[in-house]
């Protein structure tokens, strides 16, 4: 299925809207992880960004006034994550909302003595089970190349709620193995939480040791935006969700001159 059209109304729907030439080429130059793709990934891409604009609502609130340039940003960084996996994968909400900067909303959480809190928690992102993707355009505007995107994390974890509740675990294809990817997982994000413990210095946002969701989330930033790091220092995680994802980021900028060398 096709983002829930059948093959004639996909059609259908391509044919009939588009998008402004020049428009797209400033867009696809604002975000430098989208650099290296091939002619026939921009081509689907387009085609998954107008599937994806024609079925979700994008709405500004706090006053945030949208436009199709701010619009298009969102789409087609979330749609770089669903360029080789089912269309049908973002079905199921139809709902963006957008901020002009970070937000509060209602938390509820449980202590270790299990008593239960409820507060106010600054966010740039959120994500919620059958429900809408929140987003702060402040942190999702520009491209600063630093291996931290907001609106990836948040469709990640979209597919990480495929299949219940996000921990990690998307639903994996049939030719993937459900031991490796656990073996890989589990064993890297044991070693990085321990890092992080330690006060040791990562390559990557101690943010992704609060969880395992959150740790695929973080690592599905760095394996599009800044792969070279996972490509080094996770090989086995990077090639996991290289099968996962249908994509193998590390080549795509190597062939652009895009990798940026660091210390393993």
Known sequence: MDFGFGRWRRARVLKKHSIDPALWDAVLRRYRFLSGLSDDEVVRLRERVI???HHKEIHGAGELMLDDAMRLSIAVQACIL???LPEDWYDGWVEVIVYPDEFMPDVEWQDEYGVV??????QSGEAWLHGPVVLSWADI???YGDGINVVIHEFAHKLDML???ANGYPPLHADMSREAWSRAFTRAYDDFC???DRG???HVDPYAADS???FFAVLSEVFFERPEILHAGFAQLYSQLAQFYRQDPYARHRSAGLLVEHDT
């Open 200 to 202: 040791l210095r990562t």
């Open 163 to 165: 299949n219940g509740d």
């Open 212 to 214: 395992p969701a959150e």
């Open 194 to 196: 321990r890092d992080v």
């Open 141 to 143: 505007g520009h491209d």
């Open 82 to 84: 669903v360029l080789n």
């Open 51 to 53: 599937l994806f604009l």
């Open 117 to 122: 809190h409820v507060g106010k928690e600054v």
